[in-house]
């Protein structure tokens, strides 16, 4: 049973649907989390974007490892609380080497993204990858392989291994797995409609798993196969988590929308990212039960091997952005407009260290920001 939300999970999907502000509060209010590494500058970044697209009253938390310095915990329930009350809430990315520890009980960044997603009750993870044209060179694919990839890989966020219980007990250690059928059957819901949505000639999803030796996956690959039947216009495949990795880089493609527990989809979701390039281009959402606020995020970690060096690619911070105002607080037309100055500063040939090639001249966080803003219409 879920700690939060019991066994009364919501059966009925809202599926993108956006939280509308009201007219009484006519500027959203957006909880910036800024995090660690490269967090600040993409971040920051992404704050002067969105300063030339609307009006945003912005609040800024500590979280991860800024926060464990603070507080001495990656997450405070003032934080959580803020969130909660938001409208939206844009993280950057949290952890770094200085507060990586082997000691079970020292405070960790990633608890901060974890308590997020449970006090948030985010329970689905979106990522779409679709190569932009521009970059098609920067893929470590071959051309001919990535061509015609437009994929969804929705992950379940709050179950499975990351959430069973664990421990040591002298040389031993465990990491329980388990699942529910009602937090399958909601994950289950999403996939299917954001296929529907999505409108690929055929809608599919592709169900991971890895139903040959694990019972949790068992039961997710039945209760998949239940829900499908509300959902005809949708076929639906299922695909073993070893095949599905090696499909991603093989003929990426063939997929719609891929739909999987929490840590085969952590791994996919990285893997699809190299398909766009560059981790440096990846958005990402966390969706929760109807009417909170959604988490959005580059899928990209902190990258504290660049940070403080004005390097960092702040596209998928912009990205996650676009995915805010549009799935987030109804503002379609801005998202469109980010989406389009991305790709217009990108066919433009600007490009960050990360995408740029050997013969290519880069440019940093800044004038790719700059760029980007000029690029509004
Ligand atoms: P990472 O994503 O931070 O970095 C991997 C590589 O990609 C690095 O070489 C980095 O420089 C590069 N990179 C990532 N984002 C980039 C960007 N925007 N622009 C240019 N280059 C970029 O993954 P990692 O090195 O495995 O992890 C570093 C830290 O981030 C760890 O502490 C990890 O726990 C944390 N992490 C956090 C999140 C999150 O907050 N959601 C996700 C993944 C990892």
């Known amino acids: 049973m879920d700690e939060e939300y019991g066994d009364a999970y919501p059966v009925e999907v809202q599926w993108w649907r956006p939280r509308r502000v009201t007219a ?16 600040p500058e993409i971040v920051g970044a992404t704050r002067r974007l969105l300063q030339a697209v609307g ?35 844009l993280l950057g990315a949290v952890g770094g080497p200085k507060w990586d520890t082997t000691d079970p009980d020292a405070p960790r960044p990633e608890q901060g ?22 970059l098609v060179e920067a893929s470590p694919l071959r051309p001919e392989v ?30 329980d797995c388990e699942y529910t059928v009602a937090e399958i059957e909601r994950i289950a819901r999403v996939g299917f409609e954001a296929a529907r949505r999505r409108g690929g000639d055929p809608a599919r999803v592709t169900s991971v798993d890895k139903a040959n030796v694990l019972e949790t996956s068992r039961l997710w690959r039945e209760t ?3 829900v499908a039947g509300d959902y005809e216009d949708v076929e639906l495949d299922h695909m073993l988590v070893d095949n599905a990795a090696m499909q991603l880089v093989a003929r990426p493609a063939r997929f719609d929308v891929i739909v999987t527990e929490n840590m085969f989809g952590d791994i996919l979701s990285d893997e699809s990212a190299m398909l766009t390039g560059s981790l440096g281009m990846l958005p990402s959402a966390s969706l929760g039960v109807n009417g909170a606020p959604g988490l959005f995020e580059p899928v990209h970690g902190s990258a504290p091997d660049i940070a403080g060096q004005g390097i960092a690619n702040p596209l998928a911070t912009f990205l996650s952005a676009a995915m805010m105002l549009r799935h987030g607080l ?38 790719m920001t700059s760029a980007v803003i000029d690029s509004l219409e």
């Not at 790709?343 to 995408?355: C, F, K, M, Y």
């Open 24 to 39: 009484a509060d006519l500027r959203p209010r957006l909880v910036l989390l800024p995090g660690d590494g490269i967090g």
């Open 55 to 89: 009006e945003f009253e912005f609040t800024e938390h500590a979280v991860g490892g800024a926060s464990i310095d603070e507080h001495g915990t990656a997450l405070t329930e003032d934080v959580l609380e803020a969130c909660r009350g938001a409208d939206a809430v």
């Open 113 to 134: 993204l974890l308590g997020l997603r449970k006090g948030m009750g985010l329970y689905a993870n979106v990522r779409p990858v679709r190569p932009s044209p521009a």
């Open 146 to 175: 990535i061509a015609g990839t437009d994929l969804l890989v929705v992950r379940e966020l709050t179950g499975g291994i990351y959430f069973g219980a664990s421990g040591r007990d002298g040389d031993r250690a465990h990491d």
């Open 224 to 226: 998949l196969g239940r």
């Open 330 to 367: 109804d503002m379609d037309t801005e998202a469109t407009a980010i989406e389009a100055a991305v790709d217009s500063a990108l066919e433009r040939g600007l490009r960050t260290p990360d995408l740029a090639s050997a013969e290519e001249e880069a440019v940093g966080n800044e004038e």
